[in-house]
């Protein structure tokens, strides 16, 4: 089952990236380099927020899933970073995309700031969340997190 999550990931994330060059999909995929959830919330870093601001509505960015998400799309990008845990009366797959939000924000700030030469292309990231909320499987959709996850995780000049 679980080489069965990651094929779903892979072949999904496979599916964003049509039309892109082979290059620039292993370099979109490389991510090395990527700042913390922590770093991007923290108003003395928001001088590197690069084509997005705090108060940006995520569902304007993000906002094509399927309608059991509808709740995330009044967040800021801001407050979307600020959130910690899924939060009670949510469903399971309710809580995991709001962890996963928090990732993907990151993501697409690192993206947007380093460059795809560096981390996730911006239109992938949104990709990729658009993609993974198109359902209710919350364990595909930690998976997701997770790649958001370890990409941030990795550090920048910036970050430190």
């Not at 599916?15 to 919330?41: D, R």
């Not at 990008?77 to 910690?84: D, E, M, P, Y």
């Not at 939060?87 to 709001?98: I, T």
């Amino acid at each position: 089952m679980k080489s069965h999550k990651k094929f779903t990931i892979l072949a999904l994330a496979g599916l964003i990236v049509v039309g892109m060059s082979t290059f620039m999909v292993v370099k979109a995929f490389a991510c090395e380099e990527g700042c913390t959830p922590g770093f991007w919330k923290n108003p003395k870093h928001f001088c590197y927020w690069i084509g997005y601001s705090p108060g940006d509505n995520v569902g304007a960015i993000f906002g094509s899933w399927d309608s059991d998400y509808d709740f995330l799309k009044g967040q800021t990008l801001l407050q979307a970073l600020q959130k910690k845990g899924g939060g009670g009366g949510y469903l399971p797959h309710q809580k995991a995309a709001r962890i996963l939000l928090r990732q993907a924000v990151a993501s697409l700030l690192s993206g947007a700031y380093l460059g795809w030469e560096k981390h996730y292309v911006p239109s992938t990231v949104i990709g990729m969340v658009n993609a993974v909320l198109q359902g209710n499987d919350a364990s595909l959709i930690e998976e997701v997190k997770n790649i958001f996850r370890d990409g941030n995780e990795m550090g920048s000049p910036i970050c430190e």
